[in-house]
T-cell receptor, first 112, second 113 residues
Framework: DAKTTQPTSMDCAEGRAANLPCNHSTISGNEYVYWYRQIHSQGPQYIIHGLKNNETNEMASLIITEDRKSSTLILPHATLRDTAVYYCIVHSANQAGTALIFGKGTTLSVSS | NAGVTQTPKFRILKIGQSMTLQCAQDMNHNYMYWYRQDPGMGLKLIYYSVGAGITDKGEVPNGYNVSRSTTEDFPLRLELAAPSQTSVYFC????????????FGSGTRLTVV
Protein backbone atom coordinates (compact mmCIF):
# COMPACT_ATOMS: atom_id res chain seq x y z
CA ASP A 1 0.00 0.00 0.00
CA ALA A 2 1.30 3.43 -0.98
CA LYS A 3 2.21 5.57 1.99
CA THR A 4 2.63 8.71 -0.11
CA THR A 5 0.62 10.53 -2.75
CA GLN A 6 2.31 12.62 -5.41
CA PRO A 7 1.03 14.32 -8.57
CA THR A 8 1.76 12.31 -11.69
CA SER A 9 3.49 15.15 -13.51
CA MET A 10 4.55 18.79 -13.19
CA ASP A 11 6.08 21.41 -15.46
CA CYS A 12 8.56 24.13 -14.55
CA ALA A 13 10.31 26.88 -16.48
CA GLU A 14 14.08 26.87 -16.43
CA GLY A 15 15.47 29.18 -13.75
CA ARG A 16 12.30 29.15 -11.70
CA ALA A 17 11.75 27.26 -8.45
CA ALA A 18 10.22 23.81 -8.74
CA ASN A 19 7.98 22.90 -5.81
CA LEU A 20 7.09 19.21 -5.67
CA PRO A 21 4.36 18.27 -3.15
CA CYS A 22 3.92 14.99 -1.32
CA ASN A 23 1.11 13.87 0.96
CA HIS A 24 1.87 11.33 3.70
CA SER A 25 -1.12 11.65 6.00
CA THR A 26 -0.52 8.29 7.75
CA ILE A 27 3.11 8.95 8.62
CA SER A 28 4.10 7.75 12.08
CA GLY A 29 6.36 9.46 14.56
CA ASN A 30 9.52 7.54 13.76
CA GLU A 31 9.23 7.69 9.98
CA TYR A 32 11.45 9.90 7.90
CA VAL A 33 10.59 11.50 4.57
CA TYR A 34 13.08 10.75 1.81
CA TRP A 35 13.32 12.20 -1.69
CA TYR A 36 15.06 10.51 -4.60
CA ARG A 37 15.10 11.31 -8.29
CA GLN A 38 15.66 9.22 -11.38
CA ILE A 39 16.94 10.76 -14.54
CA HIS A 40 15.97 8.81 -17.64
CA SER A 41 17.31 5.23 -17.63
CA GLN A 42 19.70 5.89 -14.75
CA GLY A 43 19.64 4.54 -11.21
CA PRO A 44 17.80 6.67 -8.63
CA GLN A 45 19.78 9.37 -6.86
CA TYR A 46 19.36 10.37 -3.23
CA ILE A 47 18.39 14.04 -2.79
CA ILE A 48 17.46 14.78 0.82
CA HIS A 49 15.61 13.47 3.85
CA GLY A 50 14.02 14.87 7.01
CA LEU A 51 12.05 13.97 10.12
CA LYS A 52 10.23 17.11 11.24
CA ASN A 53 12.53 20.07 10.70
CA ASN A 54 13.08 21.73 7.37
CA GLU A 55 16.27 20.61 5.69
CA THR A 56 18.52 22.12 3.02
CA ASN A 57 21.51 20.80 1.16
CA GLU A 58 23.35 21.66 -2.03
CA MET A 59 20.68 20.05 -4.18
CA ALA A 60 17.35 21.04 -2.64
CA SER A 61 15.28 22.11 0.33
CA LEU A 62 12.69 20.00 2.12
CA ILE A 63 9.78 21.68 3.87
CA ILE A 64 7.73 19.45 6.20
CA THR A 65 4.45 20.72 7.62
CA GLU A 66 4.08 20.98 11.37
CA ASP A 67 1.65 18.04 11.49
CA ARG A 68 4.06 16.09 9.23
CA LYS A 69 1.23 15.01 6.96
CA SER A 70 2.75 16.60 3.88
CA SER A 71 6.02 17.94 2.57
CA THR A 72 7.41 19.90 -0.36
CA LEU A 73 10.70 19.41 -2.17
CA ILE A 74 12.03 22.67 -3.54
CA LEU A 75 14.57 22.96 -6.34
CA PRO A 76 15.36 26.69 -6.09
CA HIS A 77 16.55 27.31 -9.65
CA ALA A 78 15.49 24.44 -11.89
CA THR A 79 17.64 23.58 -14.89
CA LEU A 80 16.99 21.31 -17.86
CA ARG A 81 19.12 18.67 -16.12
CA ASP A 82 16.57 18.53 -13.29
CA THR A 83 14.05 16.89 -15.63
CA ALA A 84 13.46 13.53 -13.91
CA VAL A 85 11.03 11.40 -11.93
CA TYR A 86 10.99 12.46 -8.27
CA TYR A 87 10.07 9.92 -5.59
CA CYS A 88 8.80 10.81 -2.12
CA ILE A 89 9.20 7.91 0.33
CA VAL A 90 8.45 7.48 4.02
CA HIS A 91 10.49 4.98 5.97
CA SER A 92 11.10 4.22 9.62
CA ALA A 93 14.57 4.50 11.04
CA ASN A 94 13.61 1.68 13.40
CA GLN A 95 12.93 -0.75 10.57
CA ALA A 96 16.36 -2.26 10.55
CA GLY A 97 16.64 -4.73 7.74
CA THR A 98 13.81 -3.33 5.63
CA ALA A 99 14.14 -1.41 2.42
CA LEU A 100 12.75 1.73 0.82
CA ILE A 101 9.56 1.20 -1.14
CA PHE A 102 9.26 3.33 -4.27
CA GLY A 103 5.96 4.48 -5.78
CA LYS A 104 5.43 5.97 -9.25
CA GLY A 105 6.71 9.43 -8.33
CA THR A 106 6.23 12.79 -10.05
CA THR A 107 7.63 13.38 -13.51
CA LEU A 108 9.08 16.89 -13.52
CA SER A 109 9.64 18.47 -16.92
CA VAL A 110 11.83 21.58 -17.00
CA SER A 111 11.65 23.58 -20.19
CA SER A 112 13.48 26.63 -21.54
CA ASN B 1 35.72 5.15 -6.02
CA ALA B 2 33.52 3.00 -8.25
CA GLY B 3 30.45 2.88 -5.96
CA VAL B 4 27.99 0.21 -7.10
CA THR B 5 28.92 -1.72 -10.24
CA GLN B 6 26.42 -3.83 -12.15
CA THR B 7 27.20 -6.24 -14.96
CA PRO B 8 26.15 -6.83 -17.64
CA LYS B 9 24.49 -3.59 -18.78
CA PHE B 10 22.33 -5.34 -21.36
CA ARG B 11 21.29 -8.95 -21.90
CA ILE B 12 18.83 -10.86 -24.05
CA LEU B 13 17.73 -14.25 -22.75
CA LYS B 14 15.59 -16.93 -24.29
CA ILE B 15 12.66 -18.31 -22.33
CA GLY B 16 13.85 -21.00 -19.94
CA GLN B 17 17.48 -19.86 -19.83
CA SER B 18 19.19 -18.88 -16.62
CA MET B 19 21.62 -16.12 -15.77
CA THR B 20 23.22 -14.25 -12.91
CA LEU B 21 23.18 -10.47 -12.62
CA GLN B 22 26.28 -9.27 -10.83
CA CYS B 23 26.42 -6.44 -8.30
CA ALA B 24 29.51 -5.27 -6.43
CA GLN B 25 30.12 -2.31 -4.13
CA ASP B 26 33.40 -0.98 -2.79
CA MET B 27 32.05 1.24 0.00
CA ASN B 28 31.97 -1.46 2.71
CA HIS B 29 28.19 -1.12 2.97
CA ASN B 30 26.42 -3.80 4.95
CA TYR B 31 23.03 -3.30 3.29
CA MET B 32 22.39 -4.26 -0.31
CA TYR B 33 19.20 -4.39 -2.39
CA TRP B 34 17.84 -5.60 -5.71
CA TYR B 35 15.00 -3.74 -7.44
CA ARG B 36 13.32 -4.18 -10.79
CA GLN B 37 11.64 -1.44 -12.79
CA ASP B 38 9.10 -2.17 -15.50
CA PRO B 39 8.43 0.49 -18.16
CA GLY B 40 6.62 3.53 -16.76
CA MET B 41 6.54 2.09 -13.26
CA GLY B 42 8.32 2.65 -9.98
CA LEU B 43 10.90 0.32 -8.50
CA LYS B 44 9.84 -2.97 -6.94
CA LEU B 45 12.01 -4.61 -4.28
CA ILE B 46 13.06 -8.17 -5.14
CA TYR B 47 15.50 -9.16 -2.38
CA TYR B 48 17.72 -7.43 0.11
CA SER B 49 20.56 -8.26 2.48
CA VAL B 50 21.63 -6.73 5.79
CA GLY B 51 25.03 -8.37 5.79
CA ALA B 52 27.08 -11.29 4.55
CA GLY B 53 25.14 -14.52 4.92
CA ILE B 54 21.79 -12.80 5.51
CA THR B 55 19.14 -12.28 2.82
CA ASP B 56 15.42 -11.65 2.84
CA LYS B 57 12.55 -11.43 0.35
CA GLY B 58 11.09 -8.19 -0.88
CA GLU B 59 7.83 -7.48 -2.71
CA VAL B 60 8.45 -9.58 -5.84
CA PRO B 61 10.89 -12.44 -5.09
CA ASN B 62 9.32 -15.21 -7.19
CA GLY B 63 11.59 -16.46 -9.97
CA TYR B 64 14.74 -15.08 -8.37
CA ASN B 65 17.39 -16.19 -5.92
CA VAL B 66 20.20 -14.32 -4.18
CA SER B 67 23.26 -15.05 -2.11
CA ARG B 68 25.58 -12.86 -0.04
CA SER B 69 28.82 -14.65 0.68
CA THR B 70 30.86 -11.43 0.97
CA THR B 71 30.14 -7.85 1.98
CA GLU B 72 31.07 -6.61 -1.50
CA ASP B 73 28.97 -8.85 -3.75
CA PHE B 74 25.24 -9.50 -4.04
CA PRO B 75 24.43 -11.51 -7.19
CA LEU B 76 20.86 -12.04 -8.40
CA ARG B 77 20.07 -15.36 -10.06
CA LEU B 78 17.27 -15.87 -12.55
CA GLU B 79 16.24 -19.47 -13.06
CA LEU B 80 14.03 -20.43 -16.01
CA ALA B 81 13.66 -16.93 -17.42
CA ALA B 82 10.13 -15.83 -18.42
CA PRO B 83 8.95 -12.86 -20.53
CA SER B 84 7.48 -11.33 -17.35
CA GLN B 85 11.05 -10.87 -16.10
CA THR B 86 11.82 -8.43 -18.90
CA SER B 87 12.75 -5.34 -16.94
CA VAL B 88 15.55 -3.05 -15.81
CA TYR B 89 17.28 -4.33 -12.68
CA PHE B 90 18.92 -1.99 -10.21
CA CYS B 91 21.22 -2.92 -7.38
CA UNK B 92 21.75 -0.53 -4.44
CA UNK B 93 23.71 -0.38 -1.22
CA UNK B 94 23.63 1.67 1.97
CA UNK B 95 25.34 2.00 5.29
CA UNK B 96 22.00 1.26 6.92
CA UNK B 97 21.83 4.50 8.88
CA UNK B 98 19.10 7.06 8.28
CA UNK B 99 21.38 9.95 7.40
CA UNK B 100 22.92 8.05 4.48
CA UNK B 101 20.96 7.47 1.33
CA UNK B 102 21.09 4.53 -1.00
CA UNK B 103 23.72 4.39 -3.75
CA PHE B 104 22.35 2.80 -6.91
CA GLY B 105 24.12 1.11 -9.77
CA SER B 106 23.47 2.06 -13.39
CA GLY B 107 21.21 -0.93 -14.00
CA THR B 108 20.98 -4.07 -16.14
CA ARG B 109 18.45 -4.02 -18.97
CA LEU B 110 17.15 -7.58 -19.45
CA THR B 111 14.91 -8.79 -22.27
CA VAL B 112 13.46 -12.30 -22.26
CA VAL B 113 12.25 -13.52 -25.66
Amino acid sequence: DAKTTQPTSMDCAEGRAANLPCNHSTISGNEYVYWYRQIHSQGPQYIIHGLKNNETNEMASLIITEDRKSSTLILPHATLRDTAVYYCIVHSANQAGTALIFGKGTTLSVSS
Amino acid sequence: NAGVTQTPKFRILKIGQSMTLQCAQDMNHNYMYWYRQDPGMGLKLIYYSVGAGITDKGEVPNGYNVSRSTTEDFPLRLELAAPSQTSVYFCASSQGQVRYGYTFGSGTRLTVV
